[in-house]
């Protein structure tokens, strides 16, 4: 609105251009004498609260004037405003208030030392000196103008500009009257020009997908219950513990009769109940937070301090963890520093400039994905993320956080062509900034939420991963064996009369298997996309294929490192992972499947039970080798053992040929049970074995004073554990 009548400061607060409105907007003192200037659209008139006089309104304008003493004017007034319909409200000025975030969290947030961020950007109910409001504040420090825009009022730009906070590049405005459950987004106008609609970086409730405004978040009313929990979890030593993890995505575990998604408090009684019965230590869920695109599974994250509204509110996830936990169940969520999506509404080009990314697409694109590189050499961006990290183990309790795409941070050519990418200043293809963010970030985490877990999905070489900061390492807790999975799987989808001449495939991952604290992964990531599911990467016919199925986890189940399967492959779902459908449950009515669930419970159980297979899961001497060599037959054994001494051979035969009276050397005599046999009818299997164990012979055999003889089924599993 072009308004040549009035002054420039005054024309500029009209057209939604002024950077700082408080220099022409609310209350101005000299001496005893009071100005109050309000600029209110729509309105046919307007007072203040208290006065019978109405304001003044600059001819040709939507500006409200007041002068009058000082004295009487109360330090926090109140406008009854009359729009053209005769409507009336009565509202506090929001230009009658000071600033509310402190100059030292302001200096945190730009050091990015600032672990509680989300308390101070974002959207927060406050009350001041007994008015109740909204605290929205923002980071852009090259806009010109930023406004909150919302149902509160009509999504006009021109209503509630913000306050610039100099150079920090925080804007932040308190308006008084919003209640919690009001959709908001940001306007912001560039140093170019242009208007630009964003969603708030730091909010935690959004609308669901495809409207995605913010909203402002109503109060915790969540009263957790899981305080036990979580002082035993700060007491653990979870190196020694056995941890079994199962990757969920809610959206497609269960769906309701309709086909539509499930609520978290349902989710949590079904799954938990689930998972307890499975045997499982803990679940890990792909990414809940907020996104616009279902088919990017979370990994395209546009709230990442939002729990999706998909599912329901934010104290509904409290709800699902809170039961979850006292269920005996931790809780991992996925979570996406990699990269972020570039839609308009979102983190890309936020102020107008390169603010959350790299500006030079060389540092700041993903091209494979489509996605943007945040820019980890950014104090303020460091911060965001870090703060994400703390606010969802602190405000939702959660037992760790599983980091996605960890080499895509650390090599600044990661999946790029020669002369796209820019070297370090050293000249290297380290990306040196992500790699002081993930130690600082693993650092924290560590220090303030004890007994809490950061995993690295990371599939490179890169040495110390798992290894504390102070010794040159990331700092992770764990580190997921890409290497293993892939020359496993690779191993199990060969024709098994050509398993022989591929034997090291088995064994050569003991060359650095202690070299981190891994986590051996089948995920989602191998059940999709033509991967075909892990049941059909099995060859032969159908009880080759569910034999082999029980083979594959038995192995899992007894090499050292901490277990992660994913949903559906615990009962052989056939086809591939489909976001868009539940998991095919109806062939749990089906014997084959039936014994497939079986076994992954048992091995779950035996897991468990066994110091043997979890105390020593880390360094050499957890296994001991009784035969790596016997390629020709396709057969592995080994020993697991514990801290106290305690052991358990395993025997597992790769083809489809039974092998009888087949011995092994063991450390101790006596009679040896038989825990587990893959094979069992129990099972779905042909029943072959030992007759519930053997006695050792007193003949020295492969390094031992004494041996076994044992049938080994075909396609198949042992556990034998000496009897006391």
């Known amino acids: 609105m072009s308004t040549p009548n009035i002054e420039e400061p005054l024309v500029r607060v009209a057209e939604a251009r002024h950077h700082n409105p408080f220099e022409v907007l609310g209350r101005h003192t000299h001496n005893k004498h009071a100005l109050v200037r309000a600029f209110i659209p729509n309105a046919k008139e307007a007072r203040i609260a208290g006065f019978d006089k109405p304001m003044v309104r600059i001819r040709n304008t939507d500006f409200f004037e007041w002068h009058g003493d000082a004295n009487i004017l109360p330090e926090y007034y109140q406008i009854i405003t009359t729009d053209k319909l005769g409507r009336t409200t009565t509202n506090h000025d929001p230009y009658s208030f000071p600033p509310m975030i402190s100059d030292f969290d302001l200096h945190l947030f730009s050091e990015g030392k600032h672990w509680h961020a989300y308390k101070v950007l974002g959207a927060h109910a406050r009350e001041f000196n007994g008015i109740s409001g909204v605290l929205f504040a923002v980071w852009a420090p090259t806009a010109e103008r930023i406004s909150i825009v919302g149902d509160f009022n009509q999504w006009d730009g021109r209503v509630h500009a913000m306050r610039n906070r100099g150079g920090s590049g925080v804007w932040e405005l308190f308006i008084p009257g ?6 908001y987004r940001f306007e912001i106008r560039s140093n170019t020009g242009d208007i630009l609609i964003k969603n708030d970086p730091y909010g935690q409730y959004f609308q669901k997908r495809p409207d995605n405004a913010g909203i402002v978040p109503p109060p915790v009313e969540h009263e957790w219950q899981d305080n036990r929990w979580l002082e035993a979890r700060k007491q653990a030593n979870w190196q020694q513990q056995p941890i079994s993890i199962y990757e969920v995505h809610l959206g497609s575990w269960q769906l309701d009769e309709e086909g539509n998604f499930l609520n978290y408090r349902e989710l949590a009684h079904r799954l938990a109940s689930y998972v307890k019965d499975l045997g499982f230590t803990h679940v890990e869920l792909l990414p809940i937070t907020e996104h616009p695109f279902d088919g990017s599974w979370g990994y395209q994250a546009t709230g990442y301090f939002a729990p999706t509204s998909r599912f329901g509110t934010p104290d509904d996830f409290r709800y699902f963890v809170d039961h979850l936990h006292q269920s005996g169940i ?8 990699a990269h972020f999506p570039k839609d308009q509404h979102a983190l890309a080009r936020f102020d107008g400039t390169a603010l959350y990314e790299h500006q030079d697409p060389r540092m700041g694109e993903h091209r494979d994905w489509g996605t943007l590189i945040f820019n980890y050499g950014r104090a303020e961006v460091r911060n965001f993320l870090l703060s994400s990290a703390v606010f969802w183990l602190e405000e939702f309790h959660l037992d760790g956080l599983r980091v996605d795409a960890v080499a895509s941070m650390l090599y600044l050519d990661y999946s790029r062509n020669a002369g796209d990418w820019i070297p370090n200043k050293y000249g290297g293809r380290e990306n040196l900034e992500a790699v002081d963010f993930l130690r600082h970030l693993n650092t924290v985490t560590h220090d303030q939420f004890p007994g809490t877990l950061m995993m690295a999905e990371e599939s490179t070489a890169w040495p110390q991963v798992s290894r504390p900061t ?37 064994t050569f991952g003991l060359l650095y298997a202690f070299t981190e ?25 159908d009880w080759q294929r569910f034999a082999s199925l029980r083979l594959l986890y038995s192995y899992m189940f007894t090499y050292p490192g901490k277990k992660l399967l994913f949903m559906g492959c615990e009962f052989a779902q056939g086809r591939e992972w489909n976001e868009d459908a539940a998991l095919d449950w109806h062939l749990m009515e089906r014997p084959q499947h039936q014994g497939i669930r079986a076994l992954v419970s048992r091995l779950n159980e035996l897991y468990k039970a066994l110091p043997a297979l979890h105390s020593i899961e880390f360094d050499e001497g957890g296994l001991e080798w009784i035969d790596c060599h016997d390629a020709s037959q396709s057969i592995l054994s080994y020993l697991r053992k514990s801290r106290e001494g305690q052991i358990a051979a395993v025997v597992l035969n790769f083809t489809p040929v039974p092998r009888e009276n087949y011995r092994i050397g063991v450390p101790k005599a006596g009679r040896y049970s038989e825990l587990l046999n893959s094979d069992s009818a129990f099972f779905g299997g042909s029943n072959s074995g030992n007759a519930g164990g053997v006695s050792s012979e007193d003949i020295p055999w492969m390094g031992h004073a004494q041996s076994i003889v044992v049938t080994i089924p075909p396609l198949a599993a042992l556990i034998l554990t000496p009897e006391e």
């Open 517 to 541: 604290n891994f986590i051996l992964p089948f995920s989602h990531d191998e059940v999709v996309h033509g991967k075909r599911s892990l049941l059909d990467k099995m060859p032969g016919d």
């Open 470 to 506: 102070w010794l040159g390492g990331l700092g992770f807790s764990m580190k997921w064996n890409m290497g293993w999975m892939h020359d496993t799987l690779a191993y199990f989808s060969k024709d098994p009369v050509h398993r022989h001449y591929h034997h090291d495939q088995l």
């Open 178 to 183: 919003i209640e919690s459950g009001s959709f």
């Open 330 to 337: 931790g809780i991992i969520l996925d979570w996406v520093p």
